[in-house]
């Protein structure tokens, strides 16, 4: 049996987008109503799962550990209701990598690791390159922008997580 998923990009759709890398707890800052979303997507039997490149561990900026105390934070902070955590490590000046995105090997490995129907699943993340890989694989897609006027591949555009899901909750 497949199951159903919502992919959510990490900086600028779980927490703030700073404008520059975020590897530490003290600005690893939620956004509002992010844990209310997710909590409505296991409501409606969704599995979650985070997909983000995480470059400045191969340009040396910061380090596993750094990404994984955010990452534990972020599980906390969402009452560990996200099901699993993909990252690419890599970033092009250092390393080409099918898993970086907008590459899609990330999701190709957790669409077969979690059986996951791409029919009745979503991508939702801040740039087009989330986008991008989502639409590589054939899921649908939402792009989070204060903009709604955007040159975007996105099926729709909200203005959070939370109105994304909503939008998500609506068309199931």
């Not at 927490?15 to 890398?21: A, I, K, P, V």
Request: include cysteine; charged fraction near 25%.
């Amino acid at each position: 049996m497949s199951d159903k998923c919502v992919f959510l990009d990490r900086d600028g759709v779980i927490n703030e987008e700073r404008g520059t890398y975020t590897f530490t707890e003290t600005d690893f800052i939620l956004l509002e109503g992010v844990a209310d979303a997710i909590r409505l997507l296991k409501n409606n039997q969704f599995k979650v799962i985070v997909i983000t490149n995480q470059s400045g561990i191969s340009q040396g900026l910061y380090s596993l550990e750094n990404m994984l105390s955010c990452h534990r934070k972020m599980m906390s902070e969402t009452n560990q209701l996200i099901d699993d955590i993909y990252y690419s490590k890599w970033h092009p000046s250092i390393s080409e990598s099918l898993s970086r995105k907008p590459d899609s090997l990330m999701l190709e490995r957790a669409i077969a690791y979690h059986q996951i129907d791409i029919g009745k699943s979503w991508m939702i993340g801040d740039k087009e390159r989330d986008i991008e890989s989502a639409l590589k694989v054939g899921m649908k897609t939402i792009l989070i922008s204060q903009t709604e006027k955007l040159e975007t591949q996105a099926g729709f555009i909200e203005k959070n997580l939370i109105r994304a899901v909503e939008n998500i909750i609506l068309k199931n």
